[in-house]
């Protein structure tokens, strides 16, 4: 058994601000060990995401109680058999474990594997075990505000060790949802007007990504005015406000509508102002997690007089152990500079007043430093 502090999550629903109520209670537990096909890492570095405070406010509901956190670097203490990876290694946790069977994986699109999201729903590992002890369920596979987790090895990749941890976490969730929104789900050229709606950390590495793809034309969307400030300075040509008039304005800005239009909020009538705002013939891409009842209404005539497209993506489309070394590459020759998204560093103890500050756009991405 392994000992650890872990910031677990007993009740949704909580009222904010949360360094009051405190969701999130850190706990003293012990993980039991790695099965065959997993791994015991020392999680060096976590972020804070939205995917979590939907947990935390009950948008999500999950199985309770919950170790929570899933977007995380961290080093290989012990492995399971067949599990591919040995202590030392430096890996990054992704949050959807890929069998690597099931017709999702065979069609090369892991983020839809089918045992995968069937695990992250019951709160299990891969393999249908949980580790954590007193019932406490696995969030998304990774549990990632703990000193040490037991994961999957398929929700594992690994990367140089040189790579900064707290940088390396960016790419488990905030890099690979964003920017692989814009490669694979997009597909943005060089020839493409751009608009990012929501600008936290996966909106950011979207906007990073597309200027890094070459686009002339990139236009930037949020409520808060630092974090437009903040997408100029990265590379925005129009930062724009969001309020009822936005798609317009968006419109206006490009000339009919943007060729393609990541949305990264969540929020339903948010996704309907950024379709709104995409040009005929254009992409809309989603990657906000909506609650699960939520509904949206849209002009269906235009899907097919004027050849729209709207696209979810999850995970960015992306394939985790090829994408994640694929755009820390491009991280250190300078094309993805990440590291400018990191707007705070936590220690474990802070994680709650750290999702006060999600919660009311104060920051762009949190890491808790371990």
């Known amino acids: 058994m392994t000992p650890t502090r872990a910031a677990v999550l007993t009740e949704s629903g909580r009222p904010a601000p949360y360094a009051g109520s405190r969701p999130l209670e850190i706990r003293e537990l012990e993980l039991a060990p790695p099965g065959p096909g997993e791994l015991l890492v020392r999680v060096r570095a976590a972020g804070l995401c939205h995917s979590d405070l939907s947990v935390i406010d009950g948008s999500r509901p999950r199985p309770l109680p919950m170790a929570l956190g899933h977007e995380a670097a961290g080093e290989v203490v012990a492995a399971g058999e067949g599990a591919e990876f040995g202590p030392g290694d430096h890996v990054v946790l992704t949050f959807v474990p890929a069998c690597g069977d099931c017709p999702g994986c065979a069609a090369g699109r892991p983020a839809l594997c089918a045992p995968g999201a069937a695990a992250n729903r019951a709160g299990t590992l891969l393999g249908g075990a949980r580790r954590w002890p007193e019932g406490v369920a696995h969030h998304l596979g990774v549990s990632a505000f703990s000193e040490y987790v037991v994961v999957s090895s398929r929700s594992a990749v690994r990367v140089d060790p040189s790579l900064p941890p707290e940088i390396a976490a960016l790419f488990g969730c905030a890099v690979l949802t964003g920017a692989g929104a814009v490669v694979h789900s997009a597909a943005v050229t060089p020839h493409d007007s751009v608009a990012v709606f929501g600008l936290g950390g996966v909106g950011l590495s979207a906007l990073l990504a597309a200027r890094a793809a070459g686009v002339s ?78 509904e949206l209404t849209l002009p269906a005539l235009s899907l097919v007089a004027e050849e729209r497209t709207l696209r979810g993506s999850y995970l960015g489309s992306c394939v985790p152990r090829r994408d994640v070394p694929r755009f820390v590459e491009m991280y250190a020759a300078g094309l993805l500079p990440v590291d400018r998204l990191l707007s705070h560093r936590l220690t474990l103890d802070e994680v709650n007043t750290g999702f006060d500050r999600l919660r009311t756009g104060e920051a762009v991405r949190q890491v808790i430093v371990f």
């Not at 206006?252 to 949305?263: F, H, Q, R, S, W």
């Open 217 to 294: 034309e990139l236009v930037a969307v949020d409520l808060v005015p630092e974090k437009l400030a903040l997408a100029r300075d990265l590379g925005a040509t129009q930062a724009i406000e969001g309020g009822p008039d936005v798609a317009e304005r968006v419109r206006e800005a490009t000339g009919g509508g943007a060729d393609k239009v990541i949305e990264t909020t969540g929020v339903v009538p948010v996704l309907a102002q950024a379709y709104a705002a995409t040009a005929p013939g254009g992409t809309t891409v989603t990657v906000g997690l909506p609650g699960p009842d939520r």
